[in-house]
């Protein structure tokens, strides 16, 4: 049986050319999940900054006002301090790698069409188990089915032949049937990697749920590093690496590149997959439900989901991330405690109750000043000096437009809410009780 088995063509390895000819492929991975990371996180910035989909909001603008616990700014050093601890790191493993090759790929799809045609020695033998005779049934599909009657002989192909070279001379030797080759390129170009980007997926959400998890189960964990991103209970994108920097390294890092190595990716490969876990952990902090975002819709571990987590009553749960609630669900820490849209109207309107109280001490003391300085502003605007006038304007300005703006978000949260029981009802799993 050996003798029929096609040979496996040869091959000569060369090192593969750079994606881009200025930047070896290994730095383009480091750079490019920055790069997307803060791209994606300037879009979701610029929606936020110019209110662009006020009724996808989870939050409003007052409660980004007050309710975080931690500046934009340390917010944004705390991210890039990470992101320059992950490229270090990246750049060390790296070295470590091999140089890229290429010119393997028609012996490997060959070695799986190797592979199909042993798997087909055992299909008489199988057949036979549960009665079949698989020889009778070979010989009466032969001449309309020929491909079924080769498989169910035992993966036979006489005449199937093609001319190879041995030695400098052409010989006659067995091929492969169409099907198997095609087959064998589907398994080659499509089975594999999505497996290995699947075992990527499943390696960093089994790695952070257990390492969140714990992070919130110990006391001395939890105060030391973990708390560091709970002081973003409305998150934004690109507060999505906030992060004490050992937490980022341990969760973040270590968990991707773990993924990278265990999944045996190719470094082509890890570009997109640390490009895609980048973004997808900055719309997962986005603070917007975006009915069009499709890594809103791909998996029902989106940003809705994960704002759960950043509030103060459902903390405890829902710590799956970032690619599936296949954890929670497991184990139990899915959010339970039913619908949340009373719970989001609680925060927002306490979030406005704050800033109305401030531009009320505000405007007051504005209208103090003013009373008590009305001769001296009316000597200066006499003066035709135009400053008081504009700053007296600005703050008059401002007072307005947040107080028109209190008015219109009553329309925002009813909208925001039939977003959060509409959507979330199904997506967060909360009324199916799970
Ligand atoms: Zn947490
Ligand atoms: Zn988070």
Not at 60 to 83: C, G, M, Y
Not at 166 to 191: C, D, R, T
Not at 272 to 290: E, M, N, R
């Amino acid at each position: 049986m050996q003798s029929d088995l096609p040979p496996l063509p040869s091959y000569t390895l060369k090192p593969v050319p750079p994606l881009v000819s200025w930047l070896k492929d290994e730095y383009m991975t480091l750079l490019l999940p920055v790069l997307a990371y803060w791209v994606v996180s300037m879009i979701f910035h610029v929606i936020d900054v110019y209110d662009l989909f006020p009724q996808y909001r989870l939050h409003t603008p007052a409660e980004v006002l007050k309710r975080n616990h931690v500046s934009r700014w340390d917010v944004f050093r705390d991210v890039i301090i990470q992101q320059v601890i992950q490229t270090i790191f990246g750049f060390a493993l790296s070295l470590l790698d091999e140089e890229a090759t290429y010119g393997k790929e028609e012996y490997s799809i060959a070695s799986w069409a190797l592979l199909i045609r042993k798997a087909q020695h055992y299909v008489p033998a199988l057949l036979s188990v549960v009665g079949l005779n698989a020889g009778a049934l070979a010989s009466n599909l032969n001449l309309t089915h020929p491909n079924a009657a080769s498989i169910l002989s035992g993966g036979r192909y006489p005449g199937l032949v093609q001319l190879v070279s041995v030695n400098g001379q052409s010989e006659i030797a067995p091929a492969f049937a169409p099907w198997e080759m095609q087959l064998a390129k589907a398994l080659y170009w499509v089975v594999v990697p999505a497996l290995q980007f699947f075992i990527g997926i499943v390696i960093v959400d089994t790695w952070q749920y257990f390492l969140h998890r714990a992070m919130h189960v110990n006391r001395w964990l939890y105060a030391t590093f973990h708390s560091r991103h709970h002081k973003l209970y409305v998150p934004y994108a690109y507060g999505a690496l906030y992060n004490h920097p050992f937490e980022g390294f341990l969760l973040d890092t270590l968990g991707t590149g773990l993924a990278y190595l265990v999944s045996g990716m190719t470094v082509r490969q890890s570009m997109w997959f640390f490009t895609c876990a980048s973004i997808k952990t900055v719309d997962d902090h986005c603070g917007y439900s975006l009915p069009f975002d499709p890594l809103q819709l791909i998996t029902s571990n989106n940003a809705a989901y994960h704002d759960i987590h950043h509030q103060s009553w459902g903390i405890k749960t829902n710590f799956s991330q970032p690619f599936f609630t296949i954890w929670d669900r497991i184990l139990n820490t899915m959010w339970k405690g039913g619908d949340v849209s009373a719970r989001y109207e609680k925060s927002r309107v306490h979030a406005q109750h704050k800033v109305d109280r401030d531009n009320g001490i505000r405007a007051a003391q504005s209208d103090s000043v003013n009373t008590s300085s009305a001769s001296e502003m009316d000597e200066t605007i006499k003066n035709s000096s135009n400053t008081p006038i504009s700053v007296r304007r600005t703050t008059r300005k401002k007072a307005t437009s947040i107080s028109q703006q209190s008015g219109n978000l009553k329309g925002l949260r009813n909208k925001v809410n039939e977003s959060l029981q509409g959507k979330g009802g199904n997506v967060l799993g909360v009324e199916s009780g799970h």
